[in-house]
């Protein structure tokens, strides 16, 4: 796909991509300020095409860039934000997309684009036929899911069985929408799979589970696909929350199965609910950084006393959820049930002085008050636009603010691991502000905090009281 490029040095290619972008700014500018009042439908439709095929052009491009800067053709070079920065964080802040956006980019890119080997000599794309038709605009990108998706679900087989289906599957892309190529793949995966064809090997590629974006009510919704032998435990566990049993809020553990109107569906999610307090009741899970694995949630004195007369008292208004060290939202309603199961690490702060005045915890939980007052005054990772929760954090000493030198929480801070590598390296430097936050200074640009930190920073909330 790439013997049609011809080769130009670093200024003359600059010089004329940028001309060529400005070009199509030009044109885009044209075309936005002309008038389609009159040019009829299926003038439209045309127009329509063409922004679509351009759509699908630019994506390549974009894509064929991400490869280059993974393994850059001309050496590593300079990168916005200064050394040490991740590519993928440089890139997520300057093109504000989610992180999970950019690692997906460099995922499809370095299947489409060629790489070279450690002599240097090139190796065609993983997937060839698909690679040409994204760089020629002949398809978009649900059509770069769908034959991804195709291609990754068939059991291990031969090479250029694998091309022959991929060259089929991108050829259906070019001519169908996505919906058909995916059909087309299920097809193909049916006719190839005779039983015993998929191995243990191809169930660990394919396993996994995704917890997705907490919705505005709390709810998260899940996909995944889970390996027989997990299936088999939900299974058990789903069998001990049978019609009667395990009913929430029932006051008993078995109640009369008739007055039981959970569905299947909601008595499966009450299983795996049951399955995990026990796990984590257990104390067989070890450790997670210094602390028992529990969950950690945070709030404070005013809340959790409105939250408790909220309970008894319709005409009090429930207030905000706690945060949990996963970086979720937990409401009141729901901490004050895990709290009564005994199997918590609750932090209390009060509203002013983000101080602990209050920590109830199990038993077995010795001391590692310094990481959950973390967790209540940092929340997530400190450097600033990091989203990081709580748990995937490690501590991070500023020294210069202890006044004794001591460890002491005032001075200890979370940073997500690469974040804490950043200033281990030298990379970025932290102070401590008057408030007693960590701010961050990355590549020489003025200290700043993460404004993730504190809801009040993003978006001042009434008093409820
Ligand atoms: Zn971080």
């Given at each position: 796909?790439t013997a049609a490029r011809?080769?130009?040095?670093?200024?003359?290619?600059?010089?004329?991509?940028?001309?060529?972008?400005?070009?199509?700014?030009?044109?885009?500018?044209?075309?936005?300020?002309?008038?389609?009042?009159?040019?009829?439908?299926?003038?439209?439709?045309?127009?329509?095409?063409?922004?679509?095929?351009?759509?699908?052009?630019?994506?390549?491009?974009?894509?064929?860039?991400?490869?280059?800067?993974?393994?850059?053709?001309?050496?590593?070079?300079?990168?916005?934000?200064?050394?040490?920065?991740?590519?993928?964080?440089?890139?997520?802040?300057r093109l504000r997309l989610?992180?999970?956006?950019?690692?997906?980019?460099?995922?499809?890119?370095?299947?489409?684009?060629?790489?070279?080997?450690?002599?240097?000599?090139?190796?065609?794309?993983?997937?060839?036929?698909?690679?040409?038709?994204?760089?020629?605009?002949?398809?978009?990108?649900?059509?770069?899911?769908?034959?991804?998706?195709?291609?990754?679900?068939?059991?291990?087989?031969?090479?250029?069985?694998?091309?022959?289906?991929?060259?089929?599957?991108?050829?259906?892309?070019?001519?169908?929408?996505?919906?058909?190529?995916?059909?087309?793949?299920?097809?193909?995966?049916?006719?190839?799979?005779?039983?015993?064809?998929?191995?243990?090997?191809?169930?660990?590629?394919?396993?996994?589970?995704?917890?997705?974006?907490?919705?505005?009510?709390?709810?998260?919704?899940?996909?995944?696909?889970?390996?027989?032998?997990?299936?088999?435990?939900?299974?058990?566990?789903?069998?001990?929350?049978?019609?009667?049993?395990?009913?929430?809020?029932?006051?008993?553990?078995?109640?009369?199965?008739?007055?039981?109107?959970?569905?299947?569906?909601?008595?499966?999610?009450?299983?795996?609910?049951?399955?995990?307090?026990?796990?984590?009741?257990?104390?067989?899970?070890?450790?997670?950084?210094?602390?028992?694995?529990t969950v950690i949630a945070?709030?404070?004195?005013?809340?959790?006393?409105?939250?408790?007369?909220?309970?008894?008292?319709?005409?009090?208004?429930?207030?905000?959820?706690?945060?949990?060290?996963?970086?979720?939202?937990?409401?009141?309603?729901?901490?004050?049930?895990?709290?009564?199961?005994?199997?918590?690490?609750?932090?209390?702060?009060?509203?002013?002085?983000?101080?602990?005045?209050?920590?109830?915890?199990?038993?077995?939980?010795?001391?590692?008050?310094?990481?959950?007052?973390?967790?209540?005054?940092?929340?997530?990772?400190?450097?600033?636009?990091?989203?990081?929760?709580?748990?995937?954090?490690?501590?991070?000493?500023?020294?210069?603010?202890?006044?004794?030198?001591?460890?002491?929480?005032?001075?200890?801070?979370?940073?997500?691991?690469?974040?804490?590598?950043?200033?281990?390296?030298?990379?970025?430097?932290?102070?401590?502000?008057?408030?007693?936050?960590?701010?961050?200074?990355?590549?020489?640009?003025?200290?700043?905090?993460?404004?993730?930190?504190?809801?009040?920073?993003?978006?001042?909330?009434?008093?409820?009281?």
């Amino acid at each position: 796909m790439t013997a049609a490029r011809s080769f130009l040095f670093a200024d003359a290619a600059r010089d004329r991509v940028r001309a060529d972008l400005d070009a199509i700014d030009a044109a885009l500018d044209r075309l936005r300020e002309t008038s389609t009042d009159m040019v009829g439908n299926s003038f439209r439709v045309e127009l329509t095409e063409r922004l679509e095929h351009h759509h699908r052009v630019t994506r390549g491009l974009t894509y064929r860039m991400f490869a280059e800067m993974a393994d850059p053709p001309d050496g590593a070079g300079h990168l916005p934000g200064g050394p040490g920065v991740r590519l993928r964080d440089a890139l997520a802040t300057r093109l504000r997309l989610v992180p999970r956006e950019v690692t997906r980019r460099f995922k499809v890119a370095a299947r489409i684009t060629p790489s070279r080997s450690i002599t240097g000599a090139i190796i065609a794309p993983e997937l060839p036929v698909l690679a040409e038709a994204v760089e020629s605009g002949a398809v978009g990108e649900d059509h770069i899911t769908e034959v991804c998706k195709a291609l990754d679900a068939l059991p291990p087989i031969a090479a250029h069985e694998k091309a022959t289906i991929e060259a089929t599957l991108v050829g259906h892309a070019r001519t169908q929408d996505a919906d058909f190529v995916a059909d087309v793949g299920k097809r193909i995966a049916d006719t190839i799979n005779p039983d015993g064809l998929f191995d243990d090997a191809h169930r660990k590629r394919q396993r996994g589970f995704t917890i997705h974006t907490q919705g505005p009510d709390g709810m998260s919704r899940c996909s995944g696909n889970l390996d027989p032998e997990t299936r088999a435990l939900v299974e058990a566990t789903v069998a001990a929350v049978r019609p009667g049993h395990h009913v929430p809020d029932a006051g008993a553990d078995v109640v009369d199965g008739a007055t039981d109107t959970r569905t299947g569906a909601q008595r499966m999610h009450d299983a795996l609910k049951l399955g995990l307090r026990a796990g984590i009741g257990s104390g067989s899970l070890g450790t997670h950084r210094g602390i028992p694995v529990t969950v950690i949630a945070t709030t404070t004195v005013a809340d959790l006393d409105q939250a408790a007369h909220a309970m008894t008292d319709p005409d009090v208004p429930m207030p905000r959820p706690a945060r949990t060290g996963g970086g979720s939202s937990l409401p009141m309603r729901d901490l004050i049930r895990l709290a009564a199961n005994a199997v918590h690490y609750l932090a209390v702060f009060d509203d002013h002085s983000d101080r602990p005045i209050y920590l109830a915890r199990s038993k077995r939980i010795a001391t590692a008050d310094q990481r959950i007052v973390c967790h209540a005054r940092d929340q997530g990772c400190t450097r600033p636009g990091c989203t990081r929760p709580g748990y995937q954090c490690e501590v991070h000493h500023a020294p210069d603010w202890s006044a004794g030198g001591t460890t002491d929480a005032d001075s200890l801070y979370f940073a997500c691991g690469p974040d804490h590598t950043l200033v281990t390296r030298g990379h970025a430097t932290t102070t401590v502000t008057d408030d007693g936050r960590l701010a961050w200074s990355i590549g020489g640009a003025p200290p700043t905090v993460n404004p993730l930190q504190r809801d009040a920073d993003l978006h001042p909330r009434p008093s409820h009281r």
